[in-house]
């Protein structure tokens, strides 16, 4: 897990944003639009905001970008960010790679901002993200019942996250397994 680099632009891209309808997006907000764009449309729109950045890194098993971790501000003069994990490649998930690199990153989050709390929002279609949250601790904060329209189905958003003090006290009691 690490900041991106020019070299990891054009797998991102194939992974991302190459196809119109990847299968990760199925999971990832699926009622948000997603379109595929040229590599060189992706690198003019998105270069900057990529490379060797601190709010998205990659994730890479013997070298290969399989998907990142990314966060944004909520409210930046409180401290406030949500996070999240992306797996692009299928053939990574259920193997736990989501539960290593997510603690790490929430992890490293803790470590080096001055945060009380990290937490993320999804959906209620997507229960390994809602799993991995419980895994590392974290609580459910809100349901918001039925505002996510996804095949023509109604799904809760779902706020999951964990303080700052309670991340302390699970890794002390090394509760935090992956």
Known sequence: MRS???TDLKPLWVLAY??????WKKWDAPYYDHAAVTYDAFLKEMKSSLVQQDNRWGLFVNGELIGTVSYYWEHKPSNWLETGIVIYNPDYWNG????IYFKAWVDHLFNTLPLVRVGFATWSGNERMMRLGEKLGMRLEGRLRKCRLYNGIYYDSIRMGILREEWERLSDECKLYF
Do not use: F, M
């Open 96 to 99: 736990g790679y989501g539960t």
């Open 18 to 23: 190459k196809e119109s309808n990847p299968e």
């Open 4 to 6: 991106l680099n020019e």
